[in-house]
C-alpha cells in the first residue's frame, strides 16, 4: 500500500525527494509558494525553473493549497529555504492531521533560524511551534547529495536523525530505494550543525578555487601559482574542524558525526560539485564581483532574490559568527567568510591571512 506524502517547497531538493518517492509508487503532492511551477508540474510534468531537464512522473501532482497538501498526509517532508521555513510551518498548524500529531514529520532544509533567543536549530525551533506532539519526534534528512544528481538516480547516501529512532526508521524506510541509500542517526544536533555549516565553508572553498583555477574575469592575485588542490584540502579540513567545533559546542552527542557522510562527505560533495550553490556563489564573487552592488551582509540578506539561486551560506554565516562568538570559538574560517560578506575584508586578504597563519604556525 503506497504511503500518501506531502512535499512543502518545490524547489530543486523538494523536487527531486518527490520524484523519487512517486517512482517509488508513493502517493505524492508537492506545494509550491509559485502558481507558475505548480502547473510547469502539472501540465508538462517537469520543474524548468528549479529542476530543469528533469522529466516528472505523471502521478506527481502539486498545488498552491498549502493546507489542502498537507491535511490527512501520512508524512510530511519540509523543503522550504530556511529564509521562509517558520512562516509555511506556522501556515499548517490548524491543519487537522498536524494538530493532533497523525503526521510524521521530517525536514531537509538547511540552516540556522532567526529568534529573539538568537540563531536556533530548525528542529528545537519548530517544536516550539508544533503540537506537543512533535516534541523530541522530528526528523532531520541530510547528507551527501545533490537534488540534480538524485533525481537522475545516481547512488547517494542520506542520514535520516531523529531523537525518536521509530520515525527515524520510518523516514529511512519511505526514502531508501536501490539507489538512495538511507541511514539512521541519533545525534540530530550534529546532523543539523553539519548541514548548515558547511555551507559557509563552501563558499569560501568556492573562491579559493576560482583563484587556483583562474580563467577571464578573474583578476591577478599576486598569489595564483600559490593555489592547488592541496591549499584546497587545507581549506577543507579547517573548515570541518569548524564545524566539529560548532556541533559539539551546540549538543552533538556523537563526535563520529563529524567524520561520517553527514559531516565530511556533505561538506566535501558541497565544496567540490560543480552542482554546489554555495560554491558557485563563491566562484562568482571573484569572477563576477557579485557582492558589488550590496553595501554589507544584511544587504545582501534583504536583497537576496537578486542572486538568480539562493546561496543559504549567506544567512548560515551570519548566524554561524553569532554562535562563535556565544561559545568563545574560534573560527577563523567562517569568521573571514563573515568579512568579506559584510564588507569588512577582501577574499584575497582573507586568503593571505588563513595561508599566512598556517604557514606561520608550522615554522
Not at 538516480?153 to 542520506?158: H, I, M, S
Not at 563552501?202 to 583578476?219: E, H, N, Q, R
Not at 560539485?273 to 540578506?301: C, H, T
Not at 568579506?340 to 577574499?347: A, D, G, T
Request: aromatic share 6%; with cysteine; glycine share 10%.
Amino acid at each position: 500500500m503506497s504511503a500518501r506524502v506531502a512535499i512543502l517547497g518545490a524547489g530543486a531538493w523538494g523536487t527531486a525527494v518527490a520524484k523519487v518517492l512517486a517512482d517509488k509508487g508513493e502517493e505524492v503532492t508537492l506545494w509550491a509558494y509559485e502558481k507558475e511551477t505548480v502547473d510547469d508540474i502539472n501540465r508538462n510534468h517537469i520543474n524548468s525553473r528549479f529542476l530543469p531537464e528533469v522529466s516528472l512522473p505523471e502521478s506527481l501532482g502539486a498545488s498552491t493549497d498549502i493546507t489542502g497538501v498537507v491535511e490527512g498526509r501520512e508524512f510530511l517532508i519540509l523543503a522550504v529555504p530556511s529564509l521562509f521555513l517558520l512562516n509555511t510551518v506556522k501556515q499548517i498548524l490548524t491543519v487537522t492531521s498536524i494538530r493532533e500529531g497523525q503526521t510524521g514529520i521530517a525536514v531537509i532544509t538547511k540552516g540556522f533560524l532567526p529568534t529573539e533567543k538568537g540563531p536556533r536549530l530548525l528542529l528545537e525551533t519548530l517544536e516550539d511551534y508544533l503540537p506537543g506532539f512533535y516534541r523530541n519526534s522530528l526528523v532531520y534528512i541530510a547528507g551527501p547529495s545533490h537534488a540534480e544528481e538524485v533525481a537522475r538516480g545516481k547512488v547517494t547516501g542520506l542520514i535520516a536523525a531523529s531523537e525518536n529512532a521509530k520515525n527515524s526508521f520510518r523516514f529511512r524506510d519511505l526514502l531508501k530505494t536501490g539507489r538512495l541509500l538511507v541511514f539512521s542517526s541519533l545525534d540530530v544536533r550534529g546532523v543539523q550543525v553539519a548541514a548548515a555549516a558547511k555551507n559557509v565553508i563552501a563558499i569560501a572553498f568556492g573562491m579559493l578555487d576560482a583563484l587556483k583555477t583562474g580563467g577571464p574575469g578573474i583578476p591577478s592575485s599576486g598569489m595564483d601559482d600559490m593555489f592547488g588542490d592541496g591549499t584546497e584540502s587545507l581549506l577543507l579540513a579547517a573548515g570541518l574542524n569548524e564545524i566539529q567545533a560548532l556541533g559539539m559546542a551546540l549538543g552533538a552527542t556523537h563526535p563520529e558525526t563529524f567524520t561520517s557522510i553527514s559531516g565530511v562527505g556533505d561538506l566535501d560533495v558541497t565544496c567540490r560539485s560543480v552542482w554546489g550553490r554555495n560554491r558557485r556563489f563563491g566562484r562568482e564573487i571573484i569572477e563576477k564581483d557579485l557582492l558589488a552592488p550590496f553595501k554589507d551582509l544584511d544587504d545582501l540578506l534583504a536583497r537576496i532574490n537578486e542572486i538568480p539561486y539562493l546561496p543559504e551560506g549567506v544567512a548560515a554565516a551570519k548566524y554561524v559568527r553569532i554562535l562563535a562568538e556565544r561559545h568563545k570559538l574560534k573560527m577563523p574560517v567562517s569568521t573571514g567568510l563573515y568579512q568579506i560578506l559584510n564588507k569588512e575584508s577582501k577574499p584575497l586578504e582573507f586568503l593571505d591571512n588563513f595561508l599566512g597563519g598556517l604557514l606561520s604556525s608550522a615554522r
